[in-house]
């Protein structure tokens, strides 16, 4: 017998970072040969390194093993983290256990709705030590502090263990599961070891992706019709709504099922205009989203109508969709939300649209070769259900009763199961829920020989990415299979975007509309498909050391090994071109990117080194790479939050839903991933420059108070400060007055590029005050660490160091002590840039008893 373990793992919305770090203040730049996230094992008794995760417990036991050969019943781990991170950032765990990464290899948790999360199996009795830990969107690892967690896993049993950040000296306590929860685990372990039963059915390998999202209640199997009694506790919040929001949401109070809802987003898209219509869209795209996944129910109203007026509503809205697409005056913003409307659609196709549509499940439900039972589950739970009043429901309770009779082959008659399997592949085409490969098989015949034949392509690749996966082939050939599958996409792709560029004729007949919309999800599709490939290439390229390996090639003037990081990054830009977002800025960045690639490196450029110029080139690319899908993701920011924030409060929607809409988008979208691409090949292009993301503008070495603003304008400071002032700055334009902000202004570190000779630059150099500029994202989130607190920066073309400083000399000299390495630097530096010093001399004396209370308070 097998069974399960659920862990739980509470977390407070504070980043943990590791104690040790805390008795470093120092922020120290290493040079590019200086790792900073080597292997905590390899150095937790090394205390004077700087390594995140020396908290580890030296203690490493290895798996019990069994005596006398006595079977060892396995013990299955779910790992739940109900904890929001940052925008880019994931959570993974490691362990002693080859399960748990044999402290080697980050076992991640995959991010759903309700948290992070993952399943593991053991044997039982085994002893495992592990730690969480977070992964943040620049590579920073942020650790768990204390001792590793230590559990003692039972002979066997189904189990959930809940666990809070930080506290690893807290026994964790094994936790029953359910019986219902108990029996679903062995139902799935059964149909696993059943070979015949797994080869039977394709349907068996798990929910559609449809269903996978499905968020709703759970589905119960009835013997009368009780779909009617189950509408209980919505609430609708009407104040504070007014035009479209307010429309749809009343909408929403009148229209229980689907057919209704969808009339509602209907009668919003097809009669708008103008400035409205992005606002209309918009609404509609968060609505229908969350009618899919079961947020929103859908329920009887005592009508009857069959699923063909379901698709005849969802053939007028796509009709205007298409119409909306077309227009030469559509912006980026709507194109995008568009986008996530299509496959919130019914098909329409001929068979869905006639009198009596999916008649099958009706002659399944008078079967005579089934037991009576079971014949009134299928009449009233599904039958009934979909004829009256169809619904998402109706295919996440096809899906449970198909998992029903599929458990134990044998048990229900062959035919019925047969016809049953047969059915629930139309539901899903109804639903448009069919797999990637599903759909794009009904595109086939209305391709041309080049379409087909790119079609064929991708599907191979496909099928072999798919066995891959399972088998234990090479890393080369598992690249070299990634990129064919990624280049086979992009050309199919292209094949369908172009072949729907001609937009929709107004004589159009139904089933080339049906044909078109077909077309259109498999282009979505096609896009979704995209992400998990870059994802998959991703963790290989981390695998083989990430920026560190590329920059160690580089160092080597080896740039072979850049070759799939920029293809990979050319095929991501693509895939947004391809969605319309931002067209000639993609293909610009393209042709960039494939330059640079085909140029290669050199010895030398002029009298410049051939490297140094080659990455200085990559670097201005990736930029204007990292700038689009920044552009992008603001974009996101602004479309949704508030108007989901105002839907989901009038609507009754759970508030993690509601909290999470917006990060969950933008995370499943390829600029996700591109994204994240551009910055591990931006930071091994800093550490081949030797610039870790500064560039001194004017160097010098000055101590003050860290401060930060948005920009340097006057009346910036949020408050006045006595002393010279060391400025951590968000943006600038480049015309501003370094000084504007206040006269004893001595520093200033931007956020951003700026170019050295433009006004700011050179007022800057004019009025001595020491600027840099620093675009290392990581860099910037430990200087904020420091604000508030007496600072020294040095700024050279050895590098720049920023030092938080604990002893003032009244000589107007410094001699400043480390907290990173507890000792004196035994270097004296002015206290204000040079031609400054005598004008602040006494105001100086005034404020150094205030800087040294800052001073031990941040030291504390």
């Known amino acids: ?142 650790w768990e502090a204390g001792q590793n967690r230590l559990l003692n896993l039972p002979a066997a049993g189904h189990f959930q263990t809940v666990a809070t950040w930080n506290t690893t000296n ?16 062995q139902d799935d372990n059964l149909e696993h070891i059943e070979d015949t039963a797994a080869s039977s059915s394709h349907s068996e390998a798990g929910p559609s992706p449809f269903v996978g999202e499905w968020q709703g209640k759970s589905i119960s199997f009835m013997r009368t019709n009780e779909h009617q009694s189950n509408e209980a506790g919505r609430t609708w919040d009407t104040s504070d709504l007014q035009g479209l929001p307010l429309k749809l949401v009343q909408g929403d109070q009148t229209g229980r099922n689907w057919w209704r809802k969808l009339d509602i987003v209907r ?118 259900k979909l004829h009256r009043n169809a619904g998402p429901e109706d295919l996440v309770a096809t899906e449970a009763m198909l998992a029903k009779i599929t458990k134990n082959p044998g048990e229900y008659s062959e035919a019925f199961v047969e016809q049953f399997k047969i059915f629930h592949e139309e539901l899903k085409d109804f639903f448009n829920a069919g797999s990637l490969a599903e759909q794009l098989e009904s595109i086939y015949e209305s391709m041309d020989k080049n379409g087909m034949s790119a079609l064929n392509s991708f599907l191979e690749c496909k099928k072999n990415m798919d066995a891959a996966a399972e088998s234990t082939a090479s890393e080369e050939q598992g690249t070299k299979l990634l990129f064919k599958t990624m280049e086979s996409l992009n050309a199919l792709r292209d094949i369908i975007v172009k072949g729907l560029e001609s937009g929709l004729r107004n004589d159009a007949p139904d089933s080339a509309i049906a044909m078109r919309q077909k077309w259109r999800l498999c282009e979505i599709g096609l896009e979704d498909y995209s992400f998990v490939l870059l994802s998959r290439f991703l963790n290989v390229l981390e695998v083989m050391g990430g920026a560190g390996w590329l920059a160690a090639n580089l160092q080597s003037k080896n740039a072979t090994s850049w070759n799939d990081p920029l293809g990979a990054l050319i095929i991501g830009v693509h895939q947004l071109k391809l969605s319309n977002w931002k067209t000639e800025e993609c293909g610009a960045i393209e042709n960039e990117l494939i330059a640079w690639s085909i140029r290669g490196l050199s010895e030398s450029e002029g009298n410049e080194d051939g490297k140094k110029i ?67 090949l931006l930071k091994a292009v800093r ?88 675009e290392d994202d990581e860099k910037v989130a430990e200087i904020q660490k420091l604000i508030g607190s007496c600072v020294r920066l040095e700024a050279s073309a050895a590098g720049v160091n920023l ?45 150094v008893r205030v800087m040294r209370r800052q001073m031990r308070a941040a030291i504390n």
């Open 1 to 142: 017998m097998n069974y399960s373990v659920r862990v739980l793992h509470c977390h407070s919305h504070t980043v943990a970072i590791h104690p040790h770090l805390n008795k470093n203040k120092r922020l120290g730049f290493l040079l590019p040969s200086i790792h900073r996230h080597q292997h905590p094992l390899l150095h937790r008794d090394r205390s004077h390194t700087l390594p995140l995760l020396s908290a580890f417990s030296s203690t490493q036991t290895q798996p019990r093993k069994s005596k006398n050969n006595i079977k060892i019943e396995n013990v299955h781990l779910h790992v739940r983290l109900d904890h929001q991170v940052q925008f880019g950032d994931h959570v993974a765990l490691l362990g002693s256990t080859k399960q748990l990464g044999s402290w080697k290899t980050n076992v991640p948790l995959n991010w759903t709705q309700n948290g992070w999360v993952c399943d593991l199996d053991f044997k039982g009795g085994d002893h495992i030590e592990f730690k969480f830990l977070i992964v943040t969107n620049d590579g920073t690892v942020v």
């Open 614 to 680: 080659w990455t200085l080139r990559l670097k201005a690319t990736l930029d204007r790479s990292k700038r689009l899908t920044e552009e992008y993701t603001e974009e996101l920011l602004k479309i949704f939050p508030q108007k989901v924030q105002m839907l989901g409060k009038a609507l009754g929607v759970p508030e993690n839903s509601v909290r999470t809409y917006t990060e969950a988008e933008i995370r499943a979208g390829v600029i996700f991933q591109v994204s994240k691409l551009c910055t591990l």
């Open 687 to 774: 550490c081949t420059l030797g610039s870790q993301g500064w560039d001194v503008i004017v160097p010098g070495s000055v101590l003050g108070t860290l401060v930060q603003v948005e920009r340097i304008v006057p009346g910036s400071l949020p408050s006045p400060v006595e002393g010279p002032i060391i400025l951590i700055v968000n943006k600038a334009d480049g015309d501003e007055e370094v000084t504007a902000a206040g006269r004893n202004i001595v520093g200033a570190i931007l956020k951003q590029e700026l170019p050295h000779l433009s006004h700011l630059g050179v007022r800057a150099r004019q009025e001595k005050v020491v600027f840099v500029t620093c």
């Open 803 to 847: 030092t938080l400083s604990s002893s003032v000399d009244f000589d107007g000299n410094f001699s400043v002590q480390s907290a990173f390495d507890n000792s004196f630097s035994g270097v004296e530096v002015p206290a204000f840039s040079a031609g400054r010093t005598v004008e602040y001399s006494q105001r100086q004396k005034l404020s």
């Open 170 to 185: 807290q026994i964790m306590e094994l936790l029953p599961l359910n019986e219902q929860q108990q029996q679903q685990q």
């Open 267 to 384: 009668d919003i898209v097809g009669n708008v205009e103008g400035e409205d219509r992005l606002e209309a869209l918009i609404y509609c795209s968060i609505y229908l989203k969350w009618i899919n996944t079961g947020q929103i129910p859908c329920f009887e109203d005592g009508g009857h109508h069959r699923p063909n007026r379901h698709a005849e509503i969802s053939r007028l809205i796509f009709r205007d969709l298409e119409r909306y697409t077309s227009r030469k005056d559509i912006s980026p913003q709507e194109v995008l939300v568009i986008r996530k409307i299509h496959p919130c659609l019914p098909s329409f196709k001929a068979e869905f649209t006639a009198s009596v549509p999916l008649t099958r499940i009706r002659d399944i439900a008078h079967r005579n070769d089934i037991p009576h039972d079971v014949k009134l589950q299928i009449k009233h739970t599904i039958q009934n």
